[in-house]
Structure formats: structure tokens, C-alpha cells
């Protein structure tokens, strides 16, 4: 299970991470360069563990990012705040933003609802994946 968490959210990191240097307010998120960047290398991790890691590599990766993953949406909830971003030149309010770089790296309340979707999936996938499936 976790070898296939990894290569389908690899490839969904992959995919978001180049569709948001084309529409940085794609649903309602905040994706910046350096957004769209760690969700590239995100998922080229992700893929590398999908496809040439051990089961039990795999599954230490679903669970480290789990943790981070849904860690960062309910700080992102915590910290937030209404605001207004100016990620990729757009006007975008969010009730709930967070700059966690000014201009580079904000988190708004629709990335904190998907960093939150993420770690749960992330972390199902290792607790369901076994130490040798």
C-alpha cells in the first residue's frame, strides 16, 4: 500500500507542481515558485520510493511525510490569519493565510485544507502498508 500511496501522489505532486507556475490560484491555493518547487521535489521523492524503494522504505516515507503533511496543514489552520497574498502577482484574500515567507511562500486556507488530505493519505499508507508488503 505504501509503495502505491507513493507513486500516486508522486505523480499528483508532479502534476501540481507544474500546473501552478501556470495557474498559481489553481482551486483555490496560493502556489508559488517555491510552492510549486517543493511539490516537485516532492513528488520526485515520492515517485523514487514508489518505484525503486523498499516496501519498508516506502513506508517510513508515507509516515515521515504524513507527519509533516498534516502537521503543516493544522499549523497553517493555527497560524493563519485574514489577509491578503500577492502570490504570482494575483490578489488572493484568504481567511485564513499564512506567510510563512512574505512574496514566496504563503499557505492560505484551501493549502491547508489539502496539506491536511495529504498527511492523512500519506500516513494511511504507511499504517496500512506493512513492514513487508
Avoid at 495557474?23 to 518547487?37: D, E, I, K, R
Avoid at 494575483?90 to 489539502?114: A, C, N, Q, R
Amino acid at each position: 500500500m505504501a509503495k502505491l500511496v507513493c507513486k500516486l501522489l508522486g505523480f499528483v505532486f508532479l502534476i501540481v507542481g507544474v500546473a501552478g507556475f501556470v495557474a498559481p490560484g489553481l482551486l483555490g491555493t496560493h502556489l508559488s515558485m517555491a510552492h510549486n518547487v517543493v511539490h516537485i521535489v516532492s513528488g520526485v521523492i515520492a515517485l523514487y520510493f514508489g518505484f525503486a524503494g523498499s516496501a519498508a522504505a516506502a513506508r517510513g516515507f508515507c509516515l515521515i511525510f504524513g507527519v509533516v503533511y498534516l502537521a503543516l496543514g493544522i499549523v497553517g489552520f493555527v497560524l493563519g490569519h485574514p489577509g491578503a497574498s500577492m502570490i504570482a502577482g494575483m490578489m488572493l484574500e484568504d481567511s485564513k493565510l499564512w506567510k510563512v515567507i512574505p512574496g514566496t511562500l504563503e499557505l492560505g486556507k484551501m493549502d491547508h485544507i489539502v496539506h491536511c488530505l495529504l498527511g492523512v493519505v500519506f500516513l494511511a499508507g504507511g499504517l496500512l502498508g506493512g513492514r513487508d508488503s
